[in-house]
């Protein structure tokens, strides 16, 4: 038979290992190239255009981006800016994760409540929000705290309760928590069921699945847009400045009024920025990797790896 | 303690317009071993979850252990039971599912000691050393730290049994446990299985395995189309079927 023919013929032993010659990628050194004279000529810009001596305020002016770089106001606008960052993006997870599970309950009043609150925030911009919280005091002058409809138990201005602080944190808080529910509701959505009525089997309540089983595991999915969320964050704390709030933009702003040096200015500012995002994104690594435990076999290539992998032949 | 495990009379479940169970009366004894054969959209699976109350039933009744599934009598009343009373009930019963349904961020020990500690209060270091003993029962003593995505399905199916097991459940029932498994992989998971009947545990399992339901079962039952076709003895139903249907779909899967 043709099959046993076959294998009489097969020489015996491994037969010799493959010696080809690699295809090669002439377009790839063409692509580098033109991308490296691009960026040398960027470069050749940003470093000799430190302005000439006859146009005041002209050019990047590197050495007043140094002086000012560490400047005490600078680094309070900073520090403003993390501690806003922070607690605007915990109430928005907060909300985001009550309007999520809100919006997946079978009472309709209740997950219409929700989805109107994502309807309105998400659907008005940020800035109008700031500035609508921040002249309140305008819409209600007094604020009362009480039983609806009953007793007022405080009873107080609202020049005192809505200070810059508390509108900046409301308008960034209550919008972000729009946005996280829509994460936070895709990240539930994406456990499998099984994994509920798994647990229903075992007797466990709804509250215990939902802490214990399905947002662990919608954690996956819901980390990586949370990521940019915060992100994003960092950076719109910036339009807090249109209500005074003394973050990192309102901190150079202040300067440059007085000594007009904006461009240098706003290159510190995005230094700042630039540095405190990329704290973000190590942070992000490292939560993704504690999140995404148990999903694949081999953790994901640590970036190091990846570099190494450049100039192997499987590339 | 009563002499029946699950007793249903004429259970009828719809899903919308959709009949799927038409009236099933069945009863399993306690220690006894029931598998229920019969082709797919016959009903089986759905009668399975029916009774932890996976599904709600529309009509007739079914009880575990003598207590009526979901609901409670009184005075000639059903009244629903609450969420924290369907839990009870539920933790006494077993499942194991056809895809395993494993915690995936959890090892193989933390998805067995997870239910004793949340739901039975089990201090955690008791709860480890009983989950570590069923592991070995089902002989992956070497895989406690490991995660499901690194088991084979076979593994996982025997995790998932011994995740079940430390409920110390009364009944367990099996929807369809080797339909997903590579054929050299049913083997290990119908040994443990068939371990756990000779030690006596009550067991509902929905199987196409004709060869098990024939070895360990003490009655089977043959389902069509949402009905009851034949039930009794294996040799009886699987040696010599009394019912068209049941002799048709015998020769299809042997």
């Known amino acids: 038979?043709?099959?046993?023919?076959?294998?009489?013929?097969?020489?015996?032993?491994?037969?010799?290992?493959?010696?080809?010659?690699?295809?090669?990628?002439?377009?790839?050194?063409?692509?580098?190239?033109?991308?490296?004279?691009?960026?040398?000529?960027?470069?050749?810009?940003?470093?000799?255009?430190?302005?000439?001596?006859t146009v005041p305020n002209s050019g990047f002016q590197w050495h007043v981006v140094g002086q000012y770089l560490f400047d005490s106001r600078v680094l309070h606008g900073v520090v403003v800016t993390i501690y806003v960052t922070a607690l605007a993006m915990v109430i928005g997870i907060v909300l985001g994760v009550i309007a999520a599970i809100m919006r997946l309950s079978p009472n309709p009043i209740v997950s219409g409540a929700s989805w109107l609150y994502i309807?309105?925030?998400?659907?008005?911009?940020?800035?109008?929000?700031?500035?609508?919280?921040?002249?309140?005091?305008?819409?209600?002058?007094?604020?009362?705290?009480?039983?609806?409809?009953?007793?007022?138990?405080?009873?107080?201005?609202?020049?005192?309760?809505?200070?810059?602080?508390?509108?900046?944190?409301l308008a960034l808080g209550l919008n972000e928590g729009a946005y996280m529910s829509e994460i936070v509701r895709a990240g539930i959505i994406s456990v499998d069921e099984g994994?509920?009525?798994?647990?229903?089997?075992?007797?466990?309540?709804?509250?215990?699945?939902?802490?214990?089983?399905?947002?662990?595991?919608?954690?996956?999915?819901?980390?990586?847009?949370?990521?940019?969320?915060?992100?994003?964050?960092?950076?719109?704390?910036?339009?807090?400045?249109?209500?005074?709030?003394?973050?990192?933009?309102?901190?150079?702003?202040?300067?440059?009024?007085?000594?007009?040096?904006?461009?240098?200015?706003?290159?510190?500012?995005?230094?700042?920025?630039?540095?405190?995002?990329?704290?973000?994104?190590?942070?992000?690594?490292?939560?993704?990797?504690?999140?995404?435990?148990?999903?694949?076999?081999?953790?994901?290539?640590?970036?190091?790896?990846?570099?190494?992998?450049?100039?192997?032949?499987?590339? | 303690m009563s002499e029946l495990m699950v007793k249903a009379e004429g259970v009828h479940k719809s899903f919308g317009r959709l009949e799927v169970l038409k009236g099933i009366d069945l009863e399993v004894r306690r220690g006894e071993v029931m598998c229920i054969l019969g082709p797919s959209g016959s009903g089986k699976s759905t009668f399975l979850r029916c009774i932890n109350h996976l599904e709600k039933i529309n009509a007739g009744r079914l009880s575990v252990d003598g207590e009526l599934v979901g609901y409670r009598e009184k005075g000639g009343k059903l009244?629903?039971?609450?969420?924290?009373?369907?839990?009870?009930?539920?933790?006494?019963?077993?499942?194991?599912?056809?895809?395993?349904?494993?915690?995936?961020?959890?090892?193989?020990?933390?998805?067995?000691?997870?239910?004793?500690?949340?739901?039975?209060?089990?201090?955690?270091?008791?709860?480890?050393?009983?989950?570590?003993?069923?592991?070995?029962?089902?002989?992956?003593?070497?895989?406690?730290?490991?995660?499901?995505?690194?088991?084979?399905?076979?593994?996982?199916?025997?995790?998932?049994?011994?995740?079940s097991l430390a409920m110390e459940p009364k009944?367990?029932?099996?929807?369809?446990?080797?339909?997903?498994?590579?054929?050299?992989?049913?083997?290990?998971?119908?040994?443990?299985?068939?371990?756990l009947a000779r030690d006596g545990m009550t067991m509902i399992v929905v199987t196409h395995e004709i060869g098990f339901a024939r070895e360990v079962a003490d009655a089977v039952v043959f389902m069509d189309d949402g009905v009851v076709v034949e039930s009794g003895p294996p040799a009886e139903v699987l040696g010599a079927p009394r019912h068209e249907r049941t002799r048709a779909f015998l020769s299809k899967v042997l």
């Open chain 1, 1 to 53: 038979m043709a099959t046993s023919k076959l294998t009489e013929e097969r020489p015996t032993g491994r037969p010799d290992e493959i010696k080809a010659v690699p295809v090669r990628h002439p377009g790839r050194w063409i692509a580098a190239a033109i991308v490296l004279v691009i960026a040398a000529s960027i470069a050749r810009t940003i470093i000799s255009g430190a302005g000439s001596k």
């Open chain 1, 119 to 169: 309807w309105f925030f998400r659907g008005t911009p940020l800035l109008v929000q700031i500035i609508f919280w921040y002249n309140l005091q305008a819409l209600f002058p007094t604020i009362s705290l009480g039983i609806p409809f009953g007793p007022a138990l405080i009873h107080t201005h609202a020049n005192t309760v809505i200070t810059t602080l508390v509108a900046g944190l």
């Open chain 1, 195 to 315: 994994q509920s009525q798994a647990a229903q089997a075992l007797g466990m309540s709804r509250l215990q699945i939902m802490r214990l089983i399905v947002l662990p595991q919608a954690m996956r999915v819901i980390i990586p847009p949370t990521g940019n969320e915060t992100i994003s964050m960092l950076k719109n704390t910036s339009l807090l400045s249109v209500i005074s709030l003394g973050e990192l933009l309102f901190a150079a702003q202040t300067i440059y009024d007085v000594n007009y040096k904006v461009i240098p200015l706003l290159i510190v500012v995005s230094i700042w920025y630039l540095v405190m995002t990329s704290v973000l994104y190590v942070g992000q690594y490292f939560i993704e990797r504690h999140y995404g435990r148990g999903f694949s076999r081999a953790q994901r290539a640590t970036m190091r790896e990846r570099w190494l992998s450049i100039g192997s032949k499987q590339q």
């Open chain 2, 79 to 163: 009244y629903e039971l609450n969420e924290r009373e369907v839990a009870r009930e539920r933790a006494e019963i077993g499942m194991v599912f056809q895809h395993f349904n494993l915690f995936p961020h959890m090892t193989a020990l933390e998805n067995v000691t997870l239910a004793p500690i949340q739901v039975k209060d089990v201090p955690r270091s008791d709860a480890r050393n009983r989950g570590q003993q069923l592991l070995q029962r089902v002989g992956l003593g070497d895989k406690l730290a490991t995660y499901p995505v690194a088991l084979s399905g076979g593994q996982q199916q025997r995790v998932a049994i011994a995740r």
């Open chain 2, 171 to 195: 009944l367990m029932l099996f929807d369809e446990p080797t339909s997903a498994l590579d054929p050299e992989l049913v083997g290990e998971v119908l040994d443990v299985m068939r371990q």
